[in-house]
């Protein structure tokens, strides 16, 4: 069913095959229902400054680091970076408004997901461009046995975060694969951009407000409307990487 979408993601990466060992996996917007919150959290400490942001922009610096969005929207600003404190302060703001927000709930579908990589024993590899111990501390609490301490890259890991593909170049470290033995399953433009760039079959999942094309046009080599749509969907595509194989050998 997707084996055209695979020969087409080989052939433009000059791949032999794509043989997937390893899923490097975003967290707010794809495993946590997080990101309207996080929206809020940011439009709330901006205003607290002076500047006025629509909520729904930072659903495009998704993935960022906290220092670099505070830099982009410095820039439009006040057009200068914030410098090492002001950044220390606004994030801990911002980390402090996102606490007292309503508990966040996991992703509808991204049990699923995780138990069949689970069941099929594909290595997973927690990529996110956070650093608030919020969420990352529940992971073992919500996804049981989902995530190896080890295998986590978050903000603290990066130089650069989301789109440049660091990340994923050091989740793939971690893991011990390389780019045609990985996919990545991520909901963000700045993310998908990041996964293409670093050479692994990206996978999006449009959960939030954006349109689905955002995320076709940074790079995903196929979208899903859903978390809950990819978890079913998951172990048919799956069977298509191992399809492809066999066909190429």
Sequence with gaps: MYQSIIQKFLAEQGYICLNPKAALIDMDGTLYDSMPLHARAWHQMMLEIGVEVPVDEFFRYEGRTGASTINILFN???HRDATQEEIQQLYHRKTELFSQMPPVSPMPGAAEMLDFLKAIDLRRVLVTG???SSLIDRLETDFPGAFTPELRVTSRD???GKPHPEPFLMAMKKAEVTPNECIV???APLGVEAGHAAG???IGVNTGPLDIRELETAGAD???PSMEEFARA???LI???????RNLN
């Design 239 to 245: 069977y298509g990487f191992v399809t492809t194989m």
């Design 185 to 187: 399953i991520e909901n």
């Design 222 to 224: 196929i979208v899903f």
């Design 234 to 236: 998951l172990p048919i």
């Design 200 to 202: 692994a079959f990206t």
């Design 158 to 160: 990066v130089t650069h």
């Design 130 to 132: 956070s650093g608030q």
């Design 76 to 78: 439009r600003a006040f």
